[in-house]
C-alpha cells in the first residue's frame, strides 16, 4: 500500500472524522497535512498530488517515505529494538515497568502506539488495549472499519470485477429479504422509510464475495457497528450525477430520436453492460426491444432500479481485510491537548489504539501522524 496524505486543512480532517474530530485540535496544531508533506520533502521524498487531493510520494514506492522517516529517527538518537515485544506494562516506584521477552525497563513516560487489530499479519493484534485496560482505562469495542461488505445476493456474483466510478451509497435499516433483486426496491419502502445509518459517495466495486471499493468502505464502519448486520442493506445510486428526473428526461429524448436503437444501447452508454443486464433482469425489463417499443412505465422502472438498487447485508470480511479499527481507548480519559492520559500521568495513547477513526484517504495516516508527534512533543 503506499503512503498517502489527504490535501485538507485541520478543519476538512476535523470534519471528516465526525464526532470524534474534536479530539484533534491540538494534534492537528501540531503536525498539519502541510507539515507531514514538507517533512518528507526535508528528506528529498518528492511528491504528487493526484486527483482527489491525496498526496503520494512521486516515486508511488511506500518504502521511499518509510527511508524518510527512519533517517530521522536516525539523527534523534532513538534505539529501535526489534524482535522484542513487550509484554507487560506496569505502574513501578519511579513511573513505569516494561517487561519485555529479554529484559525488564523502567521509564518514567510510556507512549504507546501499538495500533489496532486491523491486518493482524503487520503484527497489530490489538495488545495495547489489554495494556490500556490493565491501567484502568475503558476500552470501546475495537470493530473492523474501512472493510468490504460481504452480500448473499445471488446476482452481485457474476458482476464480480465491475467498477463504477461514482456511486451514492446508504447503509439502511430494514434490509430486504437475502438475494432479493434489483428490481425490488420501492415497494418494500413505501409505508415506512428505512434509518439512513451512514452514507457516503465514490468508486464502487463488485467482488466475488460481496461489494469493495473507497465508497463501501467509508460505510463498512456502521455495518460492523450493527450488532445484527443481516437487518441492514446499502441502497445503491448508480447515478448520483442526475436526479430521476433529468435521467427520465434524458431516455425519453433518446427513445424518441434513436426510436430503431435497442433500449440496451443506451443504457450501455453511461454503465457497464454486465449491470445494465443484472438491473434489468431484476426489474424485468427486456433490453432487446426497439427503444421506441419500450413502455415508459419500463424506462421508469429502470430508472428507479438504477438510483435505488438495494444489496442485502451478510457482514464485512473483517479485521483481516480492515484498513483501520474503529474503537479503542475512550477518548474521554485521554487529554487532547496533551493525548496524556487522564488516569495515568506519564502515560501516553497515539494512533489508531486511541478510539479514532476517519475515511478513507490519508485522514487516519494524519491523525496517526499528528497524535504520534503531539505525544512526542508532551512528554
Not at 508533506?37 to 511506500?62: H, I, L, N, Y
Not at 424506462?299 to 438495494?310: H, L, N, P, V, Y
Amino acid at each position: 500500500m503506499v503512503w498517502d496524505v489527504v490535501v485538507t486543512d485541520a478543519a476538512g480532517i476535523i470534519a471528516a472524522f465526525g464526532r470524534q474530530g474534536r479530539f484533534l485540535y491540538s494534534a492537528l496544531a501540531a503536525l498539519s497535512p502541510d507539515d507531514v508533506v514538507q517533512m518528507v520533502e526535508r528528506e528529498g521524498v518528492a511528491t504528487k498530488v493526484e486527483a482527489g487531493g491525496k498526496v503520494f510520494p512521486a516515486s508511488d514506492r511506500a518504502a521511499d517515505v518509510l527511508n524518510a522517516l527512519l533517517r530521522r529517527l536516525g539523527r534523534s538518537g532513538a534505539m529501535l529494538s526489534f524482535r522484542e515485544p513487550l509484554l507487560r506494562l506496569a505502574i513501578g516506584a519511579d513511573g513505569f515497568r516494561l517487561t519485555t521477552a529479554q529484559r525488564q525497563l523502567q521509564s518514567r513516560a510510556v507512549i504507546l502506539t501499538s495500533g489496532g487489530m486491523s491486518y493482524p499479519g503487520c503484527g497489530t493484534r490489538g495488545d495495547g488495549y489489554a495494556w490500556a485496560a490493565e491501567l484502568g482505562h475503558r476500552i470501546v469495542t475495537p470493530r473492523p472499519a474501512l472493510t468490504p461488505v460481504l452480500t448473499a445476493a445471488e446476482w452481485v456474483k457474476p458482476l464480480s470485477g465491475v467498477t463504477i466510478p461514482d456511486v451514492a451509497v446508504q447503509v439502511c435499516e430494514s434490509a430486504p429479504e437475502a438475494g432479493e433483486s434489483p428490481a425490488a426496491n420501492k415497494r418494500r419502502s413505501r409505508d415506512k422509510a428505512p434509518a439512513v445509518l451512514a452514507a457516503a459517495r465514490g468508486s464502487f466495486l463488485f467482488t466475488h464475495f460481496g461489494l469493495s471499493g473507497p465508497v463501501v468502505l467509508d460505510v463498512s464502519r456502521a455495518v460492523s457497528a450493527s450488532p445484527q448486520p443481516q437487518a441492514l442493506h446499502l441502497r445503491c445510486d448508480f447515478w448520483p450525477a442526475e436526479s430521476a428526473g433529468e435521467l427520465e428526461r434524458w431516455l425519453d429524448a433518446r427513445c424518441r430520436g434513436e426510436g430503431g436503437r435497442q433500449f440496451e444501447s443506451f443504457l450501455a452508454e453511461r454503465w457497464p453492460r454486465r449491470l445494465v443486464q443484472a438491473v434489468a433482469d431484476g426489474a424485468g425489463i427486456p433490453l432487446t426491444q426497439r427503444a421506441a417499443e419500450t413502455p415508459k412505465r419500463d424506462r421508469q422502472r429502470w430508472i428507479e432500479a438504477i438510483k435505488g438498487t438495494r444489496v442485502p447485508v451478510r457482514g464485512v470480511m473483517g479485521f483481516r481485510k480492515a484498513e483501520v479499527t474503529a474503537g479503542g481507548v475512550s477518548l474521554d480519559e485521554v487529554d487532547s491537548r496533551t493525548v496524556q492520559s487522564k488516569r495515568v500521568a506519564g502515560l501516553y495513547f497515539a494512533g489508531e489504539l486511541l478510539d479514532l477513526d476517519g475515511p478513507i484517504g490519508g485522514y487516519n495516516f494524519q491523525a496517526a501522524f499528528s497524535t504520534g508527534w503531539l505525544a512526542g512533543q508532551s512528554v
